[in-house]
């Protein structure tokens, strides 16, 4: 026979007993779309997670002055003043895995334009600030290495800080008041949004840290150093040399604490992602043990269907047919089974996708990778469980199966 006929004598014989059919059918379609709807919202977690990850930086390495752990103490981020320019320009030199590096002189402070003040965080960096970080000028320009070498009072805004002065005012080319310090904003940041600490990245204004040093806080040395390493798989190492060459330049010996602390915050995003696949793989096992009893669910049905069609199989061996013959009968119906339940489990796990995001507002994110193993997923059951009923039709005795009543 070909595989229209058998395909045909398949669904004639699941129309026979069609509210088992069905039964079955329902348990394949839930096990596929619990299936469906707990990865698209592990996907929605994971994508965010990743989107997260690549808003911190370029390969980035964070220097931050002060030691996390000094004298039995947590020093803080800026318990010491040894973090100077020299430090940094020092590192670049002799350490090859770092290509790029933004001195920071960070802090709270006032913004005011016209009627309006603000309280925001300033930053006081160099261009290489907007390639370390991936961030993008959504109007204007940065300022200029000039403009660093210069100390012009120029700045430019987060998108928080222009929607609070500005409103849907043009910010470029208007001055504002930095504490009591003049500064023309030359552009506006794209917009971020928050971290994955849940912080405001889009709340701060930009300067040259040489116009923060000299016209703001009137100090020499470092809140921090942004650094930018060649590739990821550099990062653990380059971390190692800086660590070891701001040691050896701060004169510390082997007893003494660090004086800085060097973070990756890539590291604690990588671990949520992690988490969170892990987390995902965890959920989608759980929901593909309904498609397990689906599977079980089938193989019951064809073995009853076995018992009762005992004669009609005796029927076909005595006219001719092959073992193979009765054994692809059988496994195409429990294929045709487990496919009709993954294309109503598709379509369920569409529906609870959008359901979820609707009514919870939970993300979800479906992929084509989804459906494909769903539905694979779906038809490896129906040959996984239709096969041993399938090979026990096929091993039927012709003379048994005819004296069955």
Known sequence: MNLKTVL????????????????????????????????????????????QLQSLGDNFIWVE?????????????????SLVLSDAEAIVQQVPLIQRMSPNVDGHIQVVYGGENWATMYRGVTTEFLQIRRWEVRSGSFFTAADVESDVPVCVLGQ????????????????????????????????????ATGQDQDDFI?????TVQKRITGTFWLDDIFFSAISRDAMPEATRQITSLLRERHHLTTAEDDDFNVRRPEDVVQAQLATSQ??????????SLSLLVGGIGIM?????????????????????????????????????LSILGGIFGVLAGIGSSYAVESLFQF???????IFAIG??????????????????ASQLDPIQGLRYE
Not at 70 to 80: E, I, L
Not at 206 to 210: G, N, Q, R
Request: glycine share 12%.
């Open 8 to 51: 045909h004598q398949a669904f004639v014989t699941l129309q026979r007993n069609w509210i088992r059919s069905g039964l079955t059918i329902l348990g394949i379609a839930v096990g596929v779309g619990a299936f469906i709807c707990v990865v698209a919202i592990g996907n929605a977690g994971s994508s965010r997670i990743e989107d």
């Open 300 to 336: 019951n049905i064809m073995l009853v269907s076995v018992t009762q069609r005992t004669r009609e199989i005796g029927v076909r061996l005595a006219v001719g047919a092959t073992e193979w013959d009765v054994q692809k009968q059988f496994l195409s119906e429990a294929i045709a």
């Open 278 to 287: 892990i987390m995902t793989i965890l959920l989608a096992s759980v929901a």
């Open 363 to 369: 993300p979800t994110k479906l992929t084509l990778e």
């Open 375 to 392: 539905g694979l997923f779906s038809a490896g059951v129906g040959v996984l469980f239709g096969y041993y009923p399938a090979r026990k």
């Open 206 to 210: 930009v300067l040259p840290f040489t």
């Open 65 to 81: 002055a002060g030691s996390r752990i000094r004298g039995g103490m947590r020093a803080g981020s800026r318990g010491t003043r």
């Open 160 to 195: 928080t800080v222009v929607e609070n002065l500005f409103g849907i005012e043009d910010p470029v080319g208007k001055t504002v008041r930095v504490r009591s310090l003049p500064c023309k904003v030359v552009g506006v940041l794209q917009r971020k949004g928050f971290s």
